[in-house]
């Protein structure tokens, strides 16, 4: 088995996630982003993504060790950035990790089948009770079935 190595090793992923609040998360990301992706930049990021959610945005920064990443997070330029956030007290979430457009450990499960997927049973018929049952024509209006006997 061949071993695979990582030059400098494996990247610590971090997350932001700024929130819409009275203000836009998107238009924080328009004002800073050009700013924190230079600053993650300057301070060792090997790499990077910006995602766009209906709830507001997420930066997504890997750096080389912890240490590059406490440089970056006490810059001036991440200071202001994070200072600007539409909703300073509950719209920022920082923490270790890929942020929201990760997907789940656990793999879905399936699903019944809804809709199309569902099949009509065959009624029960015998002759011997001499029950005959017809349908009647195709009429969205009605769906009794008539019953003769």
């Excluded at 202001?80 to 990790?97: F, H, M, S």
């Amino acid at each position: 088995m061949t071993r695979v190595t990582y030059p400098g090793g494996v990247p610590q992923w971090m997350s932001m996630e700024v929130f819409d609040a009275s203000g836009s998360a998107a238009s924080w990301a328009d004002a800073h982003g050009d700013a924190l992706t230079e600053a993650a930049l300057l301070h060792g990021a090997v790499d990077w993504v910006w995602h766009r959610a209906p709830w507001g945005v997420i930066f997504e920064i890997a750096f080389k060790d912890d240490a590059a990443w406490e440089s970056f997070r006490s810059s001036s330029a991440v200071q202001a950035a994070l200072d600007a956030v539409p909703d300073p007290v509950g719209g920022l979430l920082i923490y270790r990790g890929r942020g929201g457009s990760s997907g789940s450990r656990d793999p879905r499960k399936p699903r019944p089948l809804l809709g199309s997927g569902a099949a009509a049973l065959p009624l029960p018929l015998t002759e011997e009770l001499g029950i005959h049952v017809f349908a009647p024509p195709t009429d969205q209006r009605s769906s009794r079935l008539l019953v003769l006997g």
